[in-house]
Structures are given as C-alpha cells and as structure tokens.
C-alpha cells in the first residue's frame, strides 16, 4: 500500500499538545535517516550513528520544531512569526511561515549568517533585517518586539518548538530499538539539547501525566558540545562577543541555558567546548570518510565525541547517536579549503577523453 511520511505532527500524534493538531502545517518533516558511521566508530572504538537532519525540508533540524510553532500559531489565527536567528531558525520559519500564508519577520546579525540560509530565508519571502549586533542582540530585540506588538515569537524558548524537536529523540529510539548510551549534539541557543532529553525521558516513561506505554528502557547520557569561543555553558558566564567560523552556534548567552544544565546533570552526560580546528576536522572527516556533508556547527558533536576518545572517555562499544543538524550546502566555503586552509584547485582539461584519463591518472 502506498505510504509517505506525513511530517512529525501526523506521525507523532498522540505524543504531541492538542493545540498543535489543530491547522496542521507540514512540508514533510523528520523521519530523516539513522546513518551507521563505520569511520566513526573506528576513530572512537564506540558504536556511533549519525541523525543525519540536513535531509529536513529546509536542510536542517529547525524544521521538527518550526511545524509545530507554526501550527500552534495557525491554530490561534496569527497573521506574523518573527524569530532571531544565526540562519536555520530564519530559513524554516520563512517556509513554514509561507505554507501557512503568513508574514515572517527575521532578525539576523549582520554579516555572519551563511550564505545559503540567507537567500532560503529571502526565497521564500521574508521580511529580513540585517541587526547590528549579534544573535542574542536579535533574540532580545525579538522577544520585545513580540511582547509589544501582534507577533508571534518561534524561536525555541517557545515551547512549541521544543514539544517539535522532541520527536528527533522518538525516531532515534523507533530505528534503534531502545535509546543509546550516548547522544552528542552541537549546543548554541540549548533548544536542541532540551528538547532530545525531554523525547527521551518521554520515550522512557519518565514524564508525570502520560497515560502512554513508555517505548524505551533507559535514557542516554547528553553530550552537548559547544564551539569554545562560544562557549557560555562550559565557562559558566555568558559571553559578550562570541566568536567561531562555526557561525550557527555563535551564541553567547543561551536562552535555554538552564534546561541544558538539567539534561546534563539528570542524564549523567556533559557539556564541553571544542575548537573551531577540531570543528573543522571533523567536518572533513564527515565529509571524506563517512560521506556526510554538514555545515561546520553540525560538526561539532562529531569533534566532540572524537577529543573525548582521544582522552579515552569514550566507553569502548557504546552506541552512540551524534546529531548532525543542516546541511553542508548552506555553507559551503568550507569544503573548499585543505587541512592547511589553503584554497582547492581543480585541474581543467580538454575534452579529450586521453586527456582526461591522463588527469585521472587512470592511465
Ligand atoms: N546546529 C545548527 C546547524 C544550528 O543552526 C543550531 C542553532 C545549532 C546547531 C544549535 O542548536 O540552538 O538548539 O542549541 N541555530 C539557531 C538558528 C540558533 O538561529 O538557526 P540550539
């Protein structure tokens, strides 16, 4: 019988506020893949997997958590979504925001969002401000500006966007069987992390008030990593000029800082910084041995599963399950420099099919 995935509403139903089921908008959201990383798990002696969410409609996890901000929002008849955003957040809120026929304003900071998820966002028609002053600028300016104004605010400290983002948690343990030993993932703004460990202990019975049968047996320690120029959480005081080429998660003052807290210490996980040079690794590790390209943030649960085993914290055999959040075509500069930051070149040959087998020193 024909099926298609039906976006993480539809499929989640039953686990899901009543209030987001009302005017569903969905461009088809989740059921992204669980991709064994064969390379990974020789580098670590651990048995990791990658959630592979640049394959969301908009090419990044944002879009499990901006089907049912949006929902939510079409369900109480808003007309405008405004959200700050290091680039994702802005790219799916545009396309939800344009599925349900509404305005989305976005407040960027000015000259560090990446290039692909500037022109996502501008395509599909949002009202985009370039903000002189950095992310959490834009979040202070937006929560205000949706507090005085007929505006909804979607960035995550809207718990719709959590209740969202929860079911990448739900399909980890749907493909798995049960939940892993480990979740790493990258942590900027902490939407992320909370809404993991709030699927898993969901998924694991451990939440007051459900009625539903739990699907796992145990929860995963949370490894959140952030970029160490960026890193609030790990240093324990917000950061005033954050700073790291891993631009999605330059972000000084977490608005979801106390809940990553909480998923670290309940689950027995950790919270640490990695460096834009390990970021960087990993991301060519992803991208030449695994065959995996992401943005540089969503490499950095990758480089931080792989500084740990370096300084033999990884468990050997674990399971563990790294996020990968969006794509590496929003930022695709990256792919074009060597280890040494020199720029790749490619060779040009004649359309000769000798020539181009000499090039390919097939000969
Ligand atoms: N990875 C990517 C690719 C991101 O875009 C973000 C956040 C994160 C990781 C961190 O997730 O904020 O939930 O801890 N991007 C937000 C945005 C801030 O505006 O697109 P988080």
């Known amino acids: 019988m024909a099926h298609q995935w039906r976006g993480v509403i539809a499929e989640y139903a039953e686990r899901l506020p009543e209030h987001v089921q009302r005017r569903v908008i969905t461009l088809g959201e989740g059921g992204t893949p669980l991709v064994p990383a064969p390379a990974l798990s020789a580098l670590t002696g651990a048995d990791v997997f990658l959630k592979v969410e640049g394959m969301n409609p908009t090419a990044s996890f944002k879009d499990r958590g901006m089907t049912t901000a949006i929902s939510s929002a079409a369900g109480r008849g808003a007309k405008v979504v405004v959200c700050a955003s290091t680039g994702n957040t802005s790219a799916s809120a545009a396309a939800y925001a344009t599925a349900a026929g509404m305005i989305c304003a976005v407040l960027v900071p000015d000259g560090k969002i990446a290039m692909g998820k500037l022109s996502q966002a501008i395509a599909h028609g949002a009202r985009l401000l370039q903000v002189d002053g950095n992310f959490d600028d834009c979040l202070v300016a937006a929560r205000k500006l949706a507090e005085a104004y007929p505006v909804e605010l979607v960035n995550s400290v809207n718990p719709d966007?959590?209740?969202?983002?929860?079911?990448?948690?739900?399909?980890?343990?749907?493909?798995?069987?049960?939940?892993?030993?480990?979740?790493?993932?990258?942590?900027?703004?902490?939407?992320?992390?909370?809404?993991?460990?709030?699927?898993?202990?969901?998924?694991?019975?451990?939440?007051?008030?459900?009625?539903?049968?739990?699907?796992?047996?145990?929860?995963?320690?949370?490894?959140?990593?952030?970029?160490?120029?960026?890193?609030?959480?790990?240093?324990?005081?917000?950061?005033?000029?954050?700073?790291?080429?891993?631009?999605?998660?330059?972000?000084?003052?977490?608005?979801?800082?106390?809940?990553?807290?909480?998923?670290?210490?309940?689950?027995?996980?950790?919270?640490?910084?990695?460096?834009?040079?390990?970021?960087?690794?990993?991301?060519?590790?992803?991208?030449?041995?695994?065959?995996?390209?992401?943005?540089?943030?969503?490499?950095?649960?990758?480089?931080?599963?792989?500084?740990?085993?370096?300084q033999g914290r990884v468990p050997a055999g674990a399971r563990i399950v790294v996020t990968v959040t969006g794509h590496g075509l929003k930022d695709p500069q990256w792919a074009l420099r060597t280890a040494d930051g020199s720029e790749v070149t490619t060779m040009r040959v004649s359309a000769d099919v000798v020539a181009i087998a000499d090039a390919l020193e097939l000969g």
Do not use: C
Request: glycine share 12%; net charge negative; charged share 15%.
């Open 161 to 310: 966007r959590i209740e969202g983002q929860k079911t990448g948690a739900f399909e980890v343990v749907d493909a798995l069987g049960d939940a892993p030993d480990i979740h790493a993932l990258p942590v900027g703004n902490a939407g992320n992390i909370t809404a993991y460990w709030k699927g898993y202990r969901e998924y694991a019975g451990l939440d007051a008030g459900s009625s539903l049968p739990p699907v796992a047996t145990r929860t995963p320690a949370m490894w959140g990593f952030q970029a160490a120029g960026s890193a609030p959480i790990v240093l324990g005081h917000p950061v005033t000029e954050p700073e790291t080429i891993a631009t999605a998660i330059r972000i000084g003052n977490p608005a979801s800082w106390q809940q990553a807290i909480d998923a670290r210490d309940t689950s027995g996980g950790l919270i640490e910084a990695v460096t834009d040079e390990q970021i960087l690794v990993a991301h060519r590790i992803l991208s030449s041995q695994v065959g995996v390209f992401v943005e540089p943030a969503s490499a950095a649960g990758v480089a931080g599963i792989l500084a740990l085993a370096a």
